[in-house]
């Protein structure tokens, strides 16, 4: 197929003209005191109109004074001798990128073998980069290793079309790091690979094919030039009045020169062009009378189950021979039959899988049902003066309630912003958290003595809109936390009302104003005596899951707000 589609290019490309011209120009810059970069031809060569064969090499030397103008020029040697022994016009695609190939590491067995022969080790070894251009009719194959590159620009765009033998080209090809952020790693333009630094069988040249078929101009240069991305940058002024024929190639190779020397300035610098003049010469000529390639067609059979007796076949083949490409309906075909149908053999284990599907949708579907509700709303029992008076079961209910809105944290400040829900009693501080959790018996026990514990009392009521900080945080249990609060201000002044105890906090009315009191929740005990509200500065405690849904956290405090809370001591 390969072949096939070789020679349909070929055909095709009979009706367009290449003239190529190509030009070499090499310096060794304005800091370095040799020049360590080759080219074929050599530099200063302006050729003139070739038609169908070019070579085009540029060498970047490694060693310095060690002798990496010594591995450039070997370089060059070995792989124009090897190039222009070869039978270009009669090799294949294939056969000819692996004589590039070969040619490459012939070139590195020699700068290897000098390197030994010199007894050079490590970073004594002399070596080089490649990148090699070979222009056949309508064919251009590029050869590259190591950090010298190749552009193709035509009218319409610039194309780097080597990759970087380097660091940062590695990791960017094995998908470590982005290219830019590649460029920016330490080592990151040390050469992973280049010509004489080991055996060829650790060497990787890579040689690619285009099909030029249009005007455009190649160019082949050093990193003295390429680096800081200086092509990039320029080809549009310098390279592309090429293309319109405003300007000629040694003027462009000099004025490329000029500008690696005056804006990198810290290499050698060589380029090498080639121009591509492409031109239709006669009308495109169709395929039709192209040799029809030779495909085997293969059939692919399958048994009909329903049929014992003679089996019925059906055949995916080739289009009819009415294409000129395809076969003719006499070649051999290759038959492929299926196997003997096994679905009778399968189908037990088929209705398996779909029985336990079944179950599965069946149990998700009815999971939601089978678990207890968590948010079922349980009776809140308003703090006495004496522990003991909590029930056991408020206790229970209030350690199994781990879903809390928010957290108090100390030094947090909170505003009461919301009633307490009809089956919540109203928020009270208290003088202490209790000691202990509360007797499991049915029934309330006797306070302890005043000699053991002091006696909780009744700071008083929270009314709505009551600016709360938090002191302290006391945990009695994992589910039981208690907060000590102290009043920064409250919606009523100085001087509170004692309001009478009730399971719920009097709510205001929308209309007229007036207080209406809630009904009250029969778990609920009432309460000896009336509760005053609190009073700005006071202190107290209070369980913190019965205040968590009626408070907002808020920054925005007054400066009496401020001045009350900061001079009360805790």
């Given amino acids: 197929m390969v072949g096939y589609l070789d020679a349909a290019l070929a055909r095709l490309n009979q009706s367009r003209m290449r003239q190529i011209r190509l030009a070499t120009l090499s310096d060794q810059g304005p800091t370095r005191q040799r020049n360590e970069d080759a080219c074929y031809p050599v530099s200063g060569t302006q050729s003139p109109l070739l038609e169908n064969q070019a070579l085009l090499i540029v060498c970047d030397g490694i060693g310095g004074h060690q002798g990496g103008d010594v591995a450039s020029h ?29 040619a490459v590491c012939a070139a590195n067995d020699q700068i290897s073998q000098r390197n030994d022969s010199e007894h050079r080790f490590d970073r004594q070894r002399m070596g080089t980069t490649v990148v090699m251009a070979l222009a056949r009719r309508h064919e251009l194959y590029i050869t590259h290793v190591g950090d010298s590159r190749a552009y193709w620009m035509t009218r319409w765009g610039c194309h780097q079309i080597t990759l970087d033998d380097d660091v940062a080209s590695r990791e960017v090809r094995l998908g470590y790091s982005f290219h830019r952020q590649a460029l920016h790693q330490p080592s990151s333009g040390s050469l992973v690979q280049a010509l004489g630094m080991g ?10 094919r285009f099909i030029p078929d249009d005007d455009c101009v190649l160019l082949l240069c050093s ?20 293309l319109d024929g405003t300007i000629d190639l040694a003027t462009v190779a000099q004025q490329l020169v000029d500008i690696g020397n005056q804006q990198n300035g810290y290499d050698n610098v060589t380029v090498g062009l080639i121009h591509y003049q492409v031109k239709t010469t006669e009308p495109i000529p169709v395929l039709t009378d192209l040799p029809q390639i030779d495909l085997p067609a293969t059939r692919l059979t399958a048994p009909v189950a329903s049929l014992s007796d ?3 076949q059906t055949e995916l083949i080739a289009p009819s021979s009415a294409d000129p490409i395809t076969a003719p309906p006499s070649l051999p075909t290759t038959q492929l039959s299926a196997p003997p149908s096994t679905k009778a053999r399968f189908m037990p284990f088929l209705i398996g899988i779909g029985l336990l599907c079944g179950v599965g949708g ?8 089978l678990q207890p509700d968590p948010t079922t709303v349980r009776p809140d029992l308003t703090p006495t003066p004496s522990p003991t008076n909590v029930s056991p079961s408020e206790n229970l209910t209030d350690s199994l309630d781990t879903t809390e809105p928010l957290a108090l944290q100390v030094g947090n400040f909170v505003q009461l912003s919301q009633s307490a829900p009809p089956d919540n009693a109203a928020p009270i501080l208290v003088s202490r958290p209790p000691q202990q959790a509360p007797s499991p018996a049915p029934t309330a026990q006797a306070p302890p003595s005043p000699a053991e514990t002091p006696p909780v009392q009744t700071v008083g009521l929270i009314p709505i809109g ?26 009523t002044g100085d001087s509170p009302e004692a309001v009478s105890p009730s399971p719920s906090p009097p709510l205001l009315s929308p209309s007229a104003g007036a207080a209406v009191t809630a009904p009250p929740i029969s778990p609920s005990p009432v309460l000896p005596s009336p509760v005053p509200l609190v009073q700005a500065g006071k202190m107290g405690w209070i369980q913190e899951a019965k205040l968590l849904n ?21």
């Fill in 466 to 491: 009551t600016v709360l900080e938090v002191l302290e945080k006391r945990s009695l249990t994992q589910q039981e936390s208690w907060v000590n609060l102290r009043v920064c201000s409250t919606p």
């Fill in 74 to 102: 070997l370089a060059i040697a070995t792989l124009e001798q090897h190039v222009k022994s070869l039978q270009i016009d009669q090799l294949d695609s294939t056969t000819l990128s692996v004589e590039l190939e070969k």
């Fill in 550 to 570: 009626q408070v907002t956290p808020t920054t925005a405090l007054t400066l009496e707000q401020q001045q009350v809370c900061s001079n009360q001591s805790p």
């Fill in 199 to 208: 055996a060829s069988t650790l060497l990787y040249p890579s040689v690619q």
């Fill in 223 to 242: 990193d003295g030039l390429s680096d800081n991305d200086r092509v990039e940058e320029h080809w549009e002024s310098k390279i592309l009045p090429l």
């Fill in 362 to 369: 069946l149990l998700v579907a009815l999971l939601p049902t």
């Fill in 310 to 312: 003679e089996e019925k």
